[in-house]
């Protein structure tokens, strides 16, 4: 099980948002490659990056800075979300040094563009499925659609995508915990490897995840809990890779 640092990029600030609203905050620092350097230190295998503004805007706005971070830890595989919505802006990031894009809402309202970004640059597409009470949320959670989350998983099998990272909404930044339960079901009914977001309070999260496993998830994304010291980043990744090598 690896476990993600998240730096959430709002405004060229590392942010954290309540339940996705851009209006509910948290500023963690002004310098996100300061951020990311943190995370390195205490032993991060992989950062997940998300362009909030991008998320809303349907196309990169803190590009500058993610390009920063990608410079400064050449070897280190990046993700990247939010406002990713053509083949230009894929292109772009790998080209900065990006390992994956993650495609959200485009996922959603154009599923062949899945098909046709994992032909253009196969193994590095992600999709990012953000759903509340099962149901997929588009631009930036602003919007719930009718597709079921299983459902819409189900069509990206076959294309090639390296993984689903699956948010759970209600739970994001909510300090509440994990919906490990809706995680698990979601992966043992695909066959696409999936990466759980959304909720990760303390060391027993890591716990129930890491139990979870073997429905096929892979790795958790860690936000609002290792910024806040309620859970300690190196410590759970510790714990992670001992319980996965019993």
Same mark, same amino acid.
């Given at each position: 099980m690896l476990l993600i640092p998240?730096?959430?990029?709002?405004? $060229?600030?590392?942010?954290?948002?309540r339940q996705g609203r851009m209006d509910d905050e948290t500023i963690f620092a002004d310098d996100p490659v300061e951020v990311a350097a943190r995370w390195v230190e205490a032993g991060a295998r992989r950062l997940h990056l998300v362009d909030l503004n991008g998320a809303f805007a349907g196309q990169p706005v803190n590009g500058e800075v993610i390009n920063a971070i990608a410079? #400064?830890?050449?070897e280190l595989p990046i993700q990247i979300g939010g406002g990713i919505r053509d083949e230009?802006?894929?292109?772009?990031?790998?080209?900065? $040094?990006?390992?994956? #894009? =993650?495609?959200?809402?485009? #996922?959603v309202k154009d599923p062949a563009f899945v098909s046709r970004a994992c032909r253009a640059f196969? &193994?590095?597409?992600?999709?990012?499925?953000?759903?509340r009470d099962g149901m997929v949320a588009i631009d930036g959670w602003a919007t719930l659609t009718e597709h079921r989350v299983e459902d819409l998983a189900r069509r990206f099998e076959g294309d090639g995508v390296s993984a689903i990272v699956y948010?759970? =909404? $209600?739970?994001? &930044?909510m300090m509440t915990g994990p919906n490990v339960e809706a995680t698990a079901a979601l992966a043992g009914a695909i066959d696409i490897p999936v990466v759980a977001s959304g909720g990760i309070t303390d060391i027993g999260d890591i716990r129930a995840l890491c139990a979870a496993a073997s429905s096929g =998830?892979?790795?958790?994304?860690?936000?609002?809990?290792?910024? %806040?010291?309620?859970?300690?980043?190196?410590? &759970?990744?510790?714990?992670?890779? %001992?319980?996965s090598a019993r």
């Open positions: 998240a730096i959430d990029l709002k405004d $060229g600030r590392c942010v954290r948002l410079r #400064a830890y050449p230009r802006t894929i292109q772009a990031y790998l080209d900065a $040094g990006v390992r994956y #894009a =993650i495609i959200g809402t485009q #996922a196969p &193994g590095h597409i992600i999709v990012g499925l953000d759903a948010t759970d =909404i $209600g739970r994001d &930044g =998830i892979t790795a958790a994304i860690t936000g609002r809990a290792i910024y %806040e010291g309620t859970l300690d980043f190196a410590a &759970g990744q510790r714990l992670a890779d %001992e319980l």
